[in-house]
Every structure is written in structure tokens, then in C-alpha cells.
């Protein structure tokens, strides 16, 4: 299986503040990464697709960056509602598997 | 738009069978090159893949379930399902339904539907 290791597991940030989280696979998973978003009681929803490929509706201060097996997700200015819990996902083969998830807590 | 609705009994005694029921509207699961999943999140927890379908009827279960697992179609009521055998309290989880398209990720999701194991 492929594993995917997330950090950090929490962080505090204030609106306005860049927010980056990383996603490390356990090997090539060729792009084929996903980031999610959940907010509590909710479905996760899609971000980011492909690494780098914003889904639809999704705001512009999203974005994902590869270097390798290491993944990137960035919030370029951090909003209210972006505080959530925020997961990254390989779908190169199965069984997908996802990383541990980062909750974005307000400072 | 598509839109998907996990349905199913939230309370399951140990040992038996968990079966829920994945509504689609808004499209057709038998619309070629589509995956259709199943994933699960313990109380407090992180992901966890089940299974998936493909439009093709090919499936795919993860290894540390797949013994005890089983996702089917019903192309007639535009609805797919899934069965988990022997469920245990490891079992309780929110169960999420999704459809992935190739290169893409998983979207969209049901709203979750929590399954409670126990006695």
C-alpha cells in the first residue's frame, strides 16, 4: 500500500496568513493526488485534483504544488471559512489511501 | 447536477451484515467511465477507502476489508450498494458514498449516513 504521510496534524493561523500543508507518498504516485476539505459534521469536499488542478467553484487562493512524492496545498490568504480539516488523497493505485489530515484551527 | 444520498439502518448488532444504498440523481451510474466508491470515517477520525465500482463492473476492495465486503449496481434504480459481513464496533463509522471520474478525485459526496455497531 501506498502511505501517505501529512503535516503538520494541526495548526493555528490567523485570517490572512499563508497556510501550507504537505502530503509525503511512499512512492511514485505519478500526480495522481487529491485534496480534500472537510468542515465538521459535513462531506468532504474536492479542492484540488491532479496535484495542481483546482476543481471547479473552488477559490483561486487554492493551490497545489509537486516536488516528487512531496505534495503541497496553499492557502495564499487564509479566510474564515477555511478553517476545517484538510485531507490529501492518492488515487495512482489502489487501495487509495489518504493522509492523516490537518485541522487549520483560528488563532 | 449530480447528487448522491447514502441510505441504510444506523444501527447494526455485531456480527451481522451492514448494507447501505448510494442514490444517484442528476446522472447515471451506468454512464461509462465513471467509479463509483464507498469510504468510511470512524468517530473522530480520518478516511478510510472501501471499495469502488466501475461503470464497467469491475471492483476493487481494500485489502484489510475485502474479505468481508461487497459493492453492487442496480442499474434499474440508479442506485449502487454496499454490504460489510461481521461487522464489529471497529465498524462504526460515518459511510460516504462518491463518484470518481478518471484522473479526477472524488466528487461528488453523499451528505454520510452514521452506522453504529452494536448490541
Known amino acids: 500500500d501506498i502511505q501517505m504521510t501529512q503535516s503538520p496534524s494541526s495548526l493555528s493561523a490567523s485570517i490572512g496568513d499563508r497556510v501550507t500543508i504537505t502530503c509525503r507518498a511512499s512512492?511514485?504516485?505519478?500526480?495522481?493526488l487529491a485534496w480534500y476539505q472537510q468542515k465538521p459534521e459535513k462531506a468532504p469536499r474536492s479542492l484540488i485534483y491532479a496535484a495542481s488542478t483546482l476543481q471547479s467553484g473552488v477559490p483561486s487562493r487554492f493551490s497545489g504544488t509537486t516536488s516528487g512524492t512531496d505534495f503541497t496545498l496553499t492557502i495564499s490568504s487564509l479566510q474564515p471559512e477555511d478553517f476545517a480539516t484538510y485531507y490529501c488523497q492518492q488515487y495512482n493505485s489502489y487501495p487509495l489511501t489518504f493522509g492523516g489530515g490537518t485541522k487549520v484551527e483560528i488563532k | 447536477q449530480l447528487q448522491l444520498r447514502e441510505s441504510g439502518p444506523g444501527l447494526v448488532k455485531p456480527s451481522e451484515t451492514l448494507s447501505l444504498t448510494c442514490t444517484v440523481s442528476?446522472?447515471?451510474?451506468?454512464?461509462?467511465?465513471?467509479?463509483w466508491g464507498w469510504i468510511r470515517q470512524p468517530p473522530g477520525k480520518g478516511l478510510d477507502w472501501i471499495g469502488t465500482l466501475h461503470s464497467s463492473g469491475s471492483t476493487f476492495y481494500n485489502p484489510s476489508l475485502k474479505s468481508r465486503v461487497t459493492i453492487s449496481a442496480d442499474t434499474s434504480k440508479n442506485q449502487f450498494s454496499l454490504k460489510v459481513t461481521s461487522v464489529s464496533a471497529a465498524d462504526t463509522a460515518v459511510y460516504y458514498c462518491?463518484?470518481?471520474?478518471?484522473?479526477?478525485?472524488?466528487?461528488?459526496w453523499g451528505q454520510g449516513t452514521l452506522v453504529t455497531v452494536s448490541s
Open positions: 442528476g446522472g447515471s451510474i451506468s454512464s461509462g467511465g465513471y467509479y
Open positions: 462518491g463518484r470518481r471520474a478518471y484522473g479526477i478525485a472524488f466528487d461528488p
Open positions: 512512492q511514485d504516485i505519478a500526480g495522481w
